[in-house]
């Protein structure tokens, strides 16, 4: 797969069609290392472990479907983008996964985080990140989520519209606040993604474009108002993206906007946000970036555009969520039924599905599998294993290979589940929202407990 192909869904890219599968894995006891957390192997019993504890121990104390974390893993990671970044500011984009232990291992590791809620900013103050250090983004912030961003001092709001300037004045005016602001822009770039994650062409409900002037008067409105400083713009062209052509087109925009800026207002910014949406693999395939190449990419990057526009090169911020904690958990599960369909494949159905990775169904998204409570010299099976929800599309992983004697209270593991798994998680078919289980040096604890029937009836007033 190239670095421009998305395996998020097919839009932009080469798929195979229905019925023609690509070849079994070499060995499927195979844990390859880009697509599972730093920590995790397989013992040499053939059970899997992560941070030493295998996962036959772990799913009996935490039950499953489960989401383990290697914790060790996210801060490794949260390292490489600071150090790959020592001189620009790295937000963990907090939508990817949130919970108030990641927000405290964020801020002992020196990252700012970006927020798009009153509850994802509630976590983040409820943890202890300084307000300064957090962004507040989100296309149609409420006016109370706005007031609470201000009261608490929040280091910047990224403006989406006409409406949210007025809106962010006015509170910040009331308060006696003036408030740090970034523009979101949309520079019309065709991201290489599934349309619904690609966030900088025209027609979408984020930013303020270019192409037609809505940003530059954007700009014009916020310099006029004396309860905002305007301190940069902001752009992020989409997610999973492994190709830095877009970045490079949207770099080129950003700058020319600054440019305009100058000429026009005589006020060179001081930032640039390129946002984030860097991809990870999902599967061997998959070809991600390292952040120093992310990193070295951006800085020439910008460099060269504002040498060439004569601009003094801004502070940069990039905003990396999935990148930092997708690769470092697994979802759990347990095998309840193996249905063979003969000439087609095996169905193979877990305990979880839908209700706690929404990706497969809602982007046609990819993920490996393997068995993990113990090893197999079976031979290998076209499998698909599915959810217990009530939709034909409740799908785990569509294409797989797993051996051929995978039976009932078996154990499989699908990596990569850190992003957007437990943050889009339901409670559709009021199944229970499960654990997440935070792993390192031999110790297991829940930061985000399991859900409770009692949680769901708490709820239901009647």
């Known amino acids: 797969m190239s670095r421009s192909a998305h395996p998020a869904g097919p839009r932009h890219g080469d798929v195979l069609p229905e019925g023609h599968y690509a070849a079994p894995p070499a060995d499927l006891n195979d844990l390859d290392s880009r697509v599972w957390a730093r920590t995790v192997a397989r013992g ?36 490489a983008w600071t150090d790959a970044f020592e001189d620009a500011d790295v937000f963990y984009a907090g939508k990817a996964f949130l919970s108030r232990a990641v927000v405290r291992w964020l801020r002992e590791e020196g990252l700012n985080l970006d927020v798009c809620s009153g509850g994802e900013l509630a976590t983040a103050l409820a943890a202890g990140m300084p307000a300064e250090r957090i962004a507040m983004h989100g296309n149609n912030k409420s006016p109370a989520e706005i007031e609470r961003a201000v009261e608490a001092g929040v280091g910047r709001i990224v403006l989406d519209s006409y409406q949210e300037i007025v809106r962010v004045a006015h509170l910040a005016e009331r308060l006696g606040k003036r408030q740090r602001v970034q523009i979101r822009v949309t520079v019309g770039v065709e991201a290489h993604t599934h349309e619904f994650i690609a966030t900088a062409h025209e027609d979408q ?29 902001h752009s992020h062209i989409g997610s999973q993206i492994f190709d830095m052509a877009g970045f490079e ?4 925009r950003v700058v020319g906007l600054l440019t305009e800026i100058r000429d026009e207002h005589g006020v060179e ?22 952040p120093h190449e992310i990193a070295k990419a951006l800085r020439d990057i910008v460099s060269r555009e504002c040498s060439a526009a004569g601009l003094a090169v801004p502070r940069l911020s990039v905003e990396p969520g999935r990148a930092i904690v997708g690769p470092t958990a697994f979802t759990l599960y347990e095998v309840g039924t193996v ?11 877990v305990d979880g599905g839908m209700s706690d990775n929404i990706r497969t169904a809602l982007y046609d998204a990819d993920y490996s ?8 010299a079976a031979e290998p099976m076209l499998a698909r294993v599915v959810g217990k ?20 209270g078996d154990l499989l593991a699908v990596p990569a589940t850190g992003a957007y798994c437990r943050a889009m998680a339901s409670n559709y078919n009021h199944v229970l929202r499960p654990p997440v289980v935070a792993v390192a040096d031999g110790a297991a604890r829940e930061i985000v407990r399991r859900e409770t029937e ?5 709820l239901d007033v009647g």
């Open 44 to 79: 040499a019993d053939g059970v899997v472990t992560v941070g030493g504890l295998p996962v036959t121990r772990l799913a009996e104390e935490f039950g499953t479907p489960a989401y383990f974390l290697d914790e060790n893993d996210f801060r490794a990671r949260c390292r």
């Open 205 to 233: 409900k984020f930013g303020l474009a270019l192409a037609d002037g809505q940003a530059a008067e954007a700009v014009r409105r916020v310099l006029k108002l004396d309860s905002l400083e305007l301190v940069g713009i």
């Open 249 to 252: 087109v949207s770099a080129r």
């Open 269 to 290: 910014l001081p930032e640039i946000d390129l946002g984030g949406g860097l991809g990870i693999a999902y599967t061997p395939e998959d070809d991600p970036r390292e």
């Open 339 to 349: 249905k063979e369909l003969e000439g087609l494949r095996t169905y193979v159905s």
């Open 369 to 376: 599998v393997a068995l993990a409570s113990r090893a197999s």
């Open 389 to 408: 929800h009530c939709e034909s599309g409740d799908i785990v992983v569509r294409d797989a290979y797993l051996p051929a004697d995978l039976a009932v």
């Open 454 to 458: 009692e949680d769901l009836l708490r």
